[in-house]
């Protein structure tokens, strides 16, 4: 820290639930943030997005939670009391033991989100606690990533797949299916090595059925493809290269199992279909010369990297896509090299080798449990681990219906912390009928968001900026961020640990990892890490980036020695065909890729009335529901639905009308952004839009998930991006 005129430059960082984590530099005078600046260090910096500049509009907000708050309307009328922390206090701990007592512990639902990303506040402490009382319900099924995860499992046994960012350069062609880093980050070097891909000439291709910003800024070619179709898309590049034997033959023989059957399927001799270009066109709209010739080149540009994202997994069937794409890097050979890149779960260097989601074991209310035998876990993965949990899709329903609808517990309260959980998760206006058929809802929060409007008690929460923290890379870089404090927490707001501090006292819980200090857990937390060799220094500068021998190539090892480093599979080898996922004799898991449809794709009967697909993407100036109320991000772009112009001029709309965008599950006026950027047949709601609906039920507010599907695949991925709507121009305001 330099104080220079007053001014007191604090290295901290931000470490919200987007694909970055940022280095930070606050300003501060006379306690307050003045100026926010970034990584002004060398290339490639960590350096900060629209967001976190802004952050000084969120600490500052008028609408920050100022007080403890009691309801005292009706629950989700949004009429609260302040009270003191004392009085808060005792009342959840009083409505925690009298649920326990009346109801058991798997009662319950720890609605634990990613609000914070830091290793020690956030719903982190929430859950410590919540174990220690007993445990408690929670789900398993995350929404980000979790048909990419079961593929890259049954692929490869494990989820460290991909390569370093710079090794990007190496590569002679870069595919990126379904990928918008440019909004969405993916670690802060990730964009930096896009450019200097581009700058070196090497071709990007960028399959989306919008025209992102990384497909504007970094890709010689834009297809667009309509959603759902990739697998057979992938599928078709496959039938290409192995009826022109442009096949990795050595690489197919020496390190997979399964060619032939996938072979068979591809070629048509397993059903009578043959998925030639021709085939995959009719069902993705990309012409078959454009799959014909993508399939060449990216046979004959070894070494090249298909890096395929998680939105196209996100939906309906998405585990086949994932797998689809993890197949052909094998079929070419483009595994354990450099240049190349192993699609998957996109983890590369990581000193963590679980799943994020899977982390957190010892809960009580799932010890005795029977581990589920029809899931991945099976295959030591997946994030469903015992029949306790609920998938985060069906939490609504279970809240509803309970045991008596076949889930592992009846629901009686809410634990919320570091989530807007009604907002983010699918079919909303289901949601906010679950939590207001629960017995007790807590909520930790710095905003008065639609979830925290349903609480009974509601805790303000200071931010990041108010105290101090350690955050990992959200995926796969080799660094960490240390967040030192730059200001006083803001009015009566304390942090999650502070809180859970407290609350164990009147739980009668036995001294904890609360009742050390948080100078002492963050050692602690360092300390752990094996790549965090000097804590005082990362401390000091704000970061500490980790140098490594050489770029990260996943199964390098694998490649260069077989016999010593089998694949962790059961065959010990890349699975083109998995027999595990076989013998759940599951038509929807079957042992090879395959294209699927389901009841909301393009050509389910769904559509006579809900036409158009829709996408509920991750949005550029929200991380989730996150910075939706900070001004500086509305102007930027304000929230809207993307629609082709051909679909907007058959419904008479015209770009900035006011629409409704909907279908059976709900109802949401926006206004639309007419553009080409987006394929007709297709219409996309950045997903994070608050909730807001009027009296009649339709939602101002704009939030994806009052459209989305609250169904989940058998490997346990959301439908999220596959959700028919319809649109029409709106009648009222
Ligand atoms: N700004 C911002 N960044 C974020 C986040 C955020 O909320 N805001 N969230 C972070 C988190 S937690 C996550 S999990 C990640 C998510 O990261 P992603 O899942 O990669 O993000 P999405 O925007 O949902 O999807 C990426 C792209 O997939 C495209 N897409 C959707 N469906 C299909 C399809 O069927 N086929 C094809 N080819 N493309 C399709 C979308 O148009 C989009 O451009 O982002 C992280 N980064
Ligand atoms: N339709 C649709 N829905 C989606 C997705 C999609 O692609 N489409 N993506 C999904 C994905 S990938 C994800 S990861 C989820 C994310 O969903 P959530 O985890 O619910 O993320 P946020 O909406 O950002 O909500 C986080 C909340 O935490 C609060 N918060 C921030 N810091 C702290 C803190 O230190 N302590 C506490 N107690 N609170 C804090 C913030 O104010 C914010 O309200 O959304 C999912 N929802
Ligand atoms: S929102 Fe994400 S990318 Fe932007 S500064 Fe924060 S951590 Fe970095
Ligand atoms: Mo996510």
Redesign the pocket.
Known sequence: MKPMDNITIVPTGCCH???GRCVLRAHVRDGKIIRIESDTGEEPQLRACL?GRAYRQRVYSPDRLKTPLRRVGERGEGKFEPVSWDEALDEVAHELKRIKETYGNASIFFAAG?GNQGMLHGAIPVGAMLQAFGGFTRIWGVA??EGALFASMATYGTIRTGNSREDLLNSRMIIL????PA????DPETTYMLARVKERGIRVVA????Y?DTAATFADQWIP?R??T?AAMLIAMAHVIVSEGLEDKDFIEKYTVGFDRYKDYVLGREDGVPKTPRWAEAITTVPAETIAGLAREYARSKPAALIA????S??ARGEQYSRAANVLTALTGNIGISGGYASGFMRAYSSRETAPGAHGSGNPVEKGATPRKNTLHKLRGGTNPSSARIHSAKVFDAMLRGRAGGYPADLKMAYVAASNFVNQHPNTRRGVEAFKALEFVVVHEQFMTPTARLGDIVLPVNTFMERNDIAPPWLGSPYYIYLNKAVDSLYDSRSDLEIVRELSKRLGLPPGLADLSEEDLLRGIAGARHDIKDYDRMKRDGVVKIELPEPFVSFKEQIADPEAHPFPTLSGKIEICCDHMGEMKNPLLPPIPKYLTHSESYDAPLAARYPLQL?T????T???STWHNVPWMREIEPHSVWMNPEDAAIRAIADGDLVDVFNDRGRIRIPVWVTERIMPGVV?VG??AWYDPGADGVDRGGCANVLTDDDHSPSGTHHM?SALVQVERALSG
């Open positions: 639930d987007c694909g967001r990613s980000s990533y299916w379904g990928w918008n909004n969405t980050v993916w399959l989306d059925p919008r992102t493809i959603p759902g990739d994202g998680w939105g196209p996100r939906a996408l993407t991750h949005f550029k929200r991380a989730h996309n997903q994070g991006n």
